[in-house]
């Protein structure tokens, strides 16, 4: 059994206003790739990313809404190939939030998908405090993903370096700051997904806990940050599982090494990546680790994520 964690399909008449690559609206074409290369299930989301240039504001509350419909009709057509995961902006209100509790209260979303940073602001704003508290009481994941311009994006002239860098970057810094807020530690059963293998946190684990010890006065018109942890930001890592999405076996191998093959889950971001589902599966077999490892970043963390109790039926 493989569960792809991270896909993306989006609702046709999308490309009908807006522009879009051509396999975010092949349904058919989507599920012929997953087959082809051995995925049993498949949780689509839409991360409510804006074509770069625009801001997150044009991602309203009507999109949150007919991407639940157009994930609805999906997961019933291919019953036992898909769920999903419903992206919303958690600075949208009170009404956006009530959507995301509906969708998976009584309509079977089994997560949510929100940016990392939303318009340069990132979730440990105070704007997103009822947004934790919702996702504290639903314990479900929420899937921090990558947001199409990420903060500082508009500083960078050439595209590919945000797409390649900044975005990963932003990925980083959006959970580092998720810990450094106490939210893990305020929410200790909430399980937070890291798109693009987590960003860099990983390297960066001992240089959080440096940087938490350290509250030096630079002078005295900066006051000191206010501390939400009881203990060093490499406890929380614990809460945290990070995606496959990353082409280096390296830096794989070093999550491993931190995370380790508890908290990683197998994830293609195919559509839209240019690499194909098999490649990346490929990749987490090729990797110098023992079977049960493997499985349980191709299919039992995940279903373990998802609360599929009778997946064991398909392994």
């Not at 005295?220 to 939400?228: I, R």
């Given at each position: 059994m493989i569960i792809d964690m991270h896909c993306h399909l989006a609702p046709p008449k999308w490309a009908e206003t807006r522009p879009m690559m051509r396999s975010l609206t092949d349904i058919e074409g989507f599920f012929r790739e997953k087959e082809q290369a051995g995925v049993t299930l498949s949780v689509i989301g839409y991360g409510m990313m804006s074509r770069a240039g625009t801001q997150q504001q044009d991602l309203e509350f009507n999109m949150v809404r007919e991407f639940e419909d157009f994930a609805l009709e999906l997961v019933e057509k291919y019953p036992g190939r898909a769920v999903s995961f419903l992206g919303i902006n958690p600075f949208g209100g009170r009404k956006m939030l009530y959507e995301a509790e509906k969708a998976v209260t009584q309509l079977g979303f089994k997560g949510i998908m929100v940016n990392s940073s939303i318009d340069g602001v990132y979730l440990d704003s105070p704007n997103a405090t009822e947004f934790w508290e919702l996702m504290g009481s639903l314990n479900v994941p929420v899937y921090l993903h990558q947001p199409a311009l990420p903060s500082g994006g508009n500083g960078i002239q050439d595209f590919r370096l945000v797409r390649s860098v900044a975005r990963w970057n932003d990925v980083t810094m959006g959970l580092s700051a998720v810990i450094f807020a106490g939210i893990l530690e305020k929410y200790p059963?909430?399980?937070?997904?890291?798109?693009?293998?987590?960003?860099?946190?990983?390297?960066?684990?001992?240089?959080?806990?440096?940087?938490?010890?350290?509250?030096?006065?630079?002078?005295?018109?900066?006051?000191?940050?206010?501390?939400?942890?009881?203990?060093?930001?490499?406890?929380?890592?614990?809460?945290?599982?990070?995606?496959?999405?990353?082409?280096?076996?390296?830096?794989?191998?070093?999550?491993?090494?931190?995370?380790?093959?508890?908290?990683?889950?197998?994830?293609?971001?195919?559509?839209?990546?240019?690499?194909?589902?098999?490649?990346?599966?490929?990749?987490?077999?090729?990797?110098?680790?023992?079977?049960?490892?493997?499985?349980k970043i191709l299919w039992k963390n995940a279903a373990k994520l998802l609360k599929l109790e009778e997946a064991s039926a398909f392994s």
């Open positions: 059963a909430l399980p937070l997904i890291g798109s693009l293998g987590g960003g860099g946190l990983a390297m960066l684990k001992d240089y959080l806990d440096i940087a938490y010890r350290r509250r030096e006065i630079i002078s005295e018109s900066v006051a000191l940050p206010v501390d939400y942890l009881s203990d060093v930001p490499s406890t929380s890592l614990k809460q945290i599982y990070v995606d496959s999405c990353i082409p280096s076996s390296a830096v794989l191998a070093w999550n491993l090494s931190v995370f380790g093959s508890d908290h990683i889950v197998f994830s293609s971001d195919m559509p839209p990546s240019p690499i194909s589902t098999a490649a990346a599966i490929q990749t987490i077999k090729d990797l110098p680790i023992g079977d049960e490892e493997k499985e």
